[in-house]
């Protein structure tokens, strides 16, 4: 079996050096460059057309997030951050990034590691981002958040019944920084139902992100509070689930809490939509959309079980069709719909009086 071929770009001798040594000790792995610019990185990029790339992004002559766009909007590879920067201002370079196209975030060794864990860990990521098939960004060409996409003509919803939506639910996982971006971006300032959001994320890059997701989007983003009330229809933002704590909704109220993982995450989608099936029942939406593993997919069928309206994203749009698939195969999803159709199903849920005129 052929080994996986990557490139690591890493502006610290010392750190370079770490992650070629625990990267080359892998009988699955060959480092085949090493690059300590970005200028250089995309120039080995080119030439050697790597499985995957290991990416910091404070580098000199050309930023990690310029190596990202040019990267992916060129020769699209597997991206892995390794990244120490946790300010808020290299944390949004992370998210820029992820929307880029780079598929994950580690952060760098620190030294107070369990023996072997960073190891391991760095390696179990550089081998499953490396089995992913990435898509051209072409955005990333005009810069990483390039130019607001146009919307799209509003989607009947095929049979809508005569209720009221009280809330919708957003699950994504790998690939979703940028999907978020685009759906957020194309729904109107004045979307009136609230959107729960869960995202899986590491833990250390999670901090900034309903910030950075909030500059992105004319509708307001922020990290929900426990025990805060569900905003009523009119008042529509979106509440993100915290970091490494489940998103619930129980007696109207939002709840943050350290129950166990569910599929080894926390937060998990299914924890989440679960929650809005037995609050909400029909008066609930839930979309699943681009991300690996099966997070989500029962907590859609519940949703879709209590009469709510569901859809999961298509294997076309979609970085990883990993949880959307799993969703459809239950028979979880009422619709299966492309990325840039998902804003315009959601506007198609509002009731009359607040959509779109």
Not at 321 to 328: D, K, L, T, V
Request: proline share 6%.
């Amino acid at each position: 079996m052929a080994k996986t071929r990557v490139l690591v770009i890493e502006d610290s001798l010392t750190v370079r050096r770490r992650i070629v040594e625990v990267l080359s000790a892998d009988p699955d792995l060959e480092v085949v460059g090493e690059a300590g610019d970005g200028k250089l990185g995309i120039e080995l990029c080119q030439k050697l057309r790597p499985d995957a790339v290991t990416l910091d992004l404070m580098l000199p002559v050309l930023s990690g997030l310029s190596a990202t766009e040019f990267i992916m909007a060129y020769c699209p590879t597997p991206i892995l951050i390794v990244s120490g920067s946790t300010n808020r201002g290299e944390l949004f370079k992370t998210y820029e990034a992820l929307a880029a196209g780079a598929l994950d975030a580690l952060e760098k060794p620190r030294g107070d590691e369990l023996d072997g864990a960073w190891e391991a860990k760095l390696v179990t990521t550089v081998k499953r981002v490396s089995r992913i098939k990435v898509i051209t960004h072409p955005r990333a060409r005009l810069g990483v958040m390039g130019q607001a996409r146009a919307t799209p003509a509003v989607l009947p919803a095929p049979g809508a019944r005569e209720r009221e939506i009280r809330a919708v639910a957003i699950g994504v996982s790998t690939g979703g920084p940028a999907a978020l971006v685009e759906i957020l971006r194309a729904l109107p300032p004045q979307f009136p139902l609230p959107i729960l959001l869960v995202l899986h994320i590491g833990k250390l890059f999670a901090p900034g992100f309903a910030d950075w997701l909030d500059a992105q989007s004319a509708i307001r983003v922020a990290y929900a509070k426990d025990g805060e009330l569900l905003p009523p229809v009119g008042d529509g933002r979106v509440l993100m689930a915290s970091p490494d704590q489940h998103l619930v909704l129980r007696q109207g109220r939002l709840w943050l809490t350290d129950d166990d993982e569910r599929h080894s995450c926390r937060p998990s989608v299914d924890v989440l939509f679960e929650s809005l099936a037995r609050e909400l029942g029909d008066t609930c939406a839930a979309a699943l959309l681009t991300g690996m593993g099966k997070d989500g997919a029962q907590g859609l069928l519940a949703i879709r079980r209590a009469g709510g309206r569901t859809m999961a994203q298509d294997e076309r749009s979609s970085v990883v069709f990993g949880m959307p698939r799993e969703a459809i195969q239950l028979g979880a999803a009422e619709r299966v719909v492309s990325l840039e159709e998902v804003a315009p199903a959601l506007e198609a849920l509002v009731s009359k009086p607040w959509g779109r005129r």
